[in-house]
């Protein structure tokens, strides 16, 4: 394949075909009449030797390849769209653009609202998106980092790629305020005998491989893909649920539950902000990186628990 000989034009035209099984509506998108994305179309079925697009009745739908290249030319599309944006200087208090940033609602409330003051109060022409992490992230890093500009994560769970430390927390157990059986203290025994509330992701996965290691297998009664929204569940009930010590007693006073350490070492967590290598020498993103470090220093000043 020589991309030289490639009009990355069609990437362009490509996608907008795909999402749109139609013509004009994709030439409309783009910005192209209806002949000029009819021969975009040709050009595209020549190069991949397939349709594409099949009609089917009165519609089109996507052949088996232009199933397979959707996914991939909104990858690609995105990769080009932040290759062509870089920048060599960036001024924060003057430009207007998106970061688009992955991660669980857990760290997002801990540092991402803090994260957003600082970008509201240095950069206003700046915006953040957060978007909830995708369960394909440890199978497909490279493509979900390549199409983003950073990915909220501790370390543990991916690897490989370059990453700015934050802060540090642990992990906690959660019990309602009012629980019968439960004093000042968990046992393991507690552990095994009593219905859990999970987060039925697998980004906590050290510290639910630890419980594995000491035996523990948890009796799970309701799993949630929501950090944040585990200390309700838990409240009013004889559940009990694992979660980060910093959401924790950021969630307890309104939720109604209590917070205990557990009866054995937890691994501990190490938040960080994993970016992929194009984006390193990228102003925008340079600053982006050095204005999340400031954030999570001063994150790591305080307390885990309330004074």
Do not use: C
């Amino acid at each position: 394949m020589n991309l030289a000989r490639l009009d990355l034009n069609l990437v362009v035209a490509l996608r907008a075909l795909l999402e749109e099984r139609n013509v004009t509506r994709a030439g409309h998108r783009v910005g192209l009449s209806q002949p000029a994305m009819s021969a975009a179309l040709s050009r595209l079925r020549r190069h991949f030797d397939d349709d594409l697009l099949a009609r089917v009745g009165g519609h089109y739908e996507l052949t088996a390849l232009g199933q397979v290249l959707l996914d991939r030319t909104s990858t690609a599309y995105d990769v080009l769209e932040r290759l062509f944006s870089s920048q060599a200087d960036f001024d924060p208090a003057a430009e207007s653009r998106e970061f688009k940033i992955l991660a669980s609602d857990y760290a997002v409330a801990v540092f991402g609202t803090e994260l957003a003051r600082v970008v509201h109060e240095e950069a206003p022409g700046i915006r953040l998106r957060f978007t909830q992490t995708p369960t394909t992230v440890v199978d497909d890093t490279a493509t979900l980092l390549s199409a983003t500009d950073g990915l909220l994560m501790p370390h543990g769970i991916i690897s490989g790629f370059p990453a700015t430390d934050l802060y540090n927390d642990h992990w906690v157990f959660l019990v309602s305020a009012d629980h019968p059986g439960v004093e000042d203290r968990l046992t393991r025994e507690d552990l095994a005998r009593l219905p859990w509330v999970t987060y039925q992701r697998t980004y906590d996965a050290p510290a639910v491989r630890q419980l594995g290691m000491l035996g523990i297998e948890p009796r799970v009664e309701v799993s949630a893909d929501s950090f944040q929204v585990l200390p309700f569940l838990v409240a009013g009930t004889h559940r009990i649920a694992l979660v980060q010590a910093r959401l924790a007693h950021l969630l307890a006073p309104v939720a109604g539950v209590r917070v205990l350490e557990p009866p054995y070492e937890a691994v501990p967590l190490h938040e960080a902000l994993w970016w992929h290598p194009v984006h390193t020498h990228d102003a925008a993103h340079i600053w982006l990186r050095e204005t999340a470090a400031r954030v999570g220093k001063g994150l790591a000043g305080r307390p885990v628990t309330p004074a």
